[in-house]
């Protein structure tokens, strides 16, 4: 069984930093890969960022590039993204997700998180 909980959403002023943290309940986490995806109202899913088990291999979404960074900590069973330079378009529920391949993160993961709310004011 796999569980996915997200934290340190919240609101933020444009130009400023937030770190989202998901704690992940899950057999052998270190051999899977994690990532993040966003959801903004009205609007699909956007990936985000993923990274493989080692953190060797890390992808990110265009509109994010250069600002986020993901990163993990195998021994606390945790994925992190920090969030930096954010824009008001950055506001969405941002969830984190767990599967096997960074290919598999980054098209279609199998669990999700419950997501946690981002919020960026102008």
């Known amino acids: 069984q796999v569980r996915l909980v997200e934290s340190g959403g919240g609101l933020v002023q444009a130009g400023g930093s937030l770190r989202l943290t998901c704690a992940a309940s899950?057999?052998?986490?270190?051999?899977?890969?994690m990532g993040w995806f966003r959801q903004a109202p009205g609007k699909e899913r956007e990936f985000v960022a993923a990274?493989?088990?080692?953190?060797?291999?890390?992808y990110y979404g265009d509109s994010v590039k250069g600002r986020f960074t993901i990163s993990r900590d195998n021994a606390k069973n945790t994925v992190y993204l920090q969030m930096n330079s954010l824009k008001p378009e950055d506001t969405a529920i941002y969830y984190c997700?767990?599967?096997?391949?960074?290919?598999?993160?980054?098209?279609?993961?199998?669990?999700w998180g419950q997501g946690t709310q981002v919020t960026v004011s102008s």
């Open positions: 997700v767990v599967d096997q391949t960074t290919g598999r993160v980054r098209a279609s993961p199998d669990y």
């Open positions: 899950v057999r052998t986490f270190s051999s899977y890969a």
């Open positions: 990274v493989s088990w080692s953190g060797v291999s890390i």
